[in-house]
């Protein structure tokens, strides 16, 4: 696959060990991706959180009722198709998920456990999470745009998942690389996931000798003239 790695556990340990959200988002700019991240209000619900994995998109939408009648057999069923969503969670994956308003908590403690008992890698909500001190404890990567303790039972329902999402005019495809850390979130699409993380680990060679030259006195003119870089 690589000459840094040869599966997704090796990348994304790398990529924690060495790499950070702006550097490949640089590099997806390099490769005319340039409208990747998500918005600048979703982040890590802990600044020391690294999120990394294959996203498993999920699709919500508002209900205002936990279980009513109507033409779709999802109306009756409370939460809709969140359980069998969570349940289908595989190692590296990371729960991702558009639609819904921002009325209600998307994720919380209990989804976290069990998406640590599937291997998942980590939760994007784009919305509110709930349970802030149940996620921190149990050390589970999620970013939200930030905790709100009102249940989506009575007012949302996950209604499809492994589908195609759009966030922020990002579309997010299942199998996509999820990326982020407290600077942002970053999508990168599975097609680019190998020259996106290549080019990200030769950049952050780059960096360093440009922190080394800068450390010694070069001036940012003479650096980015030599290595083009800053």
Known sequence: MSQFWSNDDELFRLAKEKLFVALVGDVLDSMGLIHQFLSPQLKPIDPEMVIIGRAMPVLEADYFQQSSAGNSELSEKPFGLMFHALDDLQKN??????????????????????????GAAGAVIHGYHRDSNEILRLNFPVASFGSYAQDQGPRGKVVDWRVPIELDGVRVMPGD????????????????????????????????????????????VEAYEKFGIM
Not at 96 to 112: D, F, N, P, T, V
Not at 191 to 214: C, I, R, S, T, W
Request: glycine share 12%.
């Open 93 to 118: 994956e990371i729960y991702i998920c558009a639609g819904g308003s921002l009325r209600y908590a998307q994720w919380g403690g209990l989804m976290s456990t069990r998406a640590i008992q599937c």
């Open 177 to 220: 690389v999820i990326f982020g850390d407290r600077d942002g979130v970053l999508v990168i699409p599975a097609q680019a996931v190998d020259d996106a993380f290549h080019g990200a680990f030769e950049k952050a060679k780059d960096e360093n000798k440009v922190l080394d030259a800068l450390k010694k006195g070069m001036s940012t």
